[in-house]
């Protein structure tokens, strides 16, 4: 998942991340390494919240075709 890459690209912290997703930063942070998974329903909110498509966030495609 691209999760880190995007978050750092547009200059968002974890925290603020979490803060926004009214998660724990420990959460945003866990997501990133891979050391859990979010469901479906966080990973549109994901999405939403960075404005990518869910492709470009899990990787499917290189092309973020967001709209």
């Known amino acids: ?3 880190s890459e995007i ?4 200059r968002i912290s974890q925290l603020k ?3 926004d997703l009214n ?4 959460t945003i ?7 859990r998974e ?6 549109v909110r994901l999405a939403d919240y ?6 470009y966030l899990l990787e ?3 092309e973020n075709n967001w709209k």
């Open 50 to 55: 960075l404005q990518v498509s869910l492709d």
């Open 29 to 35: 942070s866990r997501y990133e390494t891979g050391d």
């Open 7 to 10: 978050r750092k690209k547009k």
């Open 17 to 19: 991340m979490a803060l």
């Open 1 to 3: 998942m691209r999760l």
């Open 23 to 26: 998660v724990s930063q420990n």
């Open 60 to 62: 499917r495609t290189s």
């Open 38 to 43: 979010p469901d479906l329903s966080m990973l």
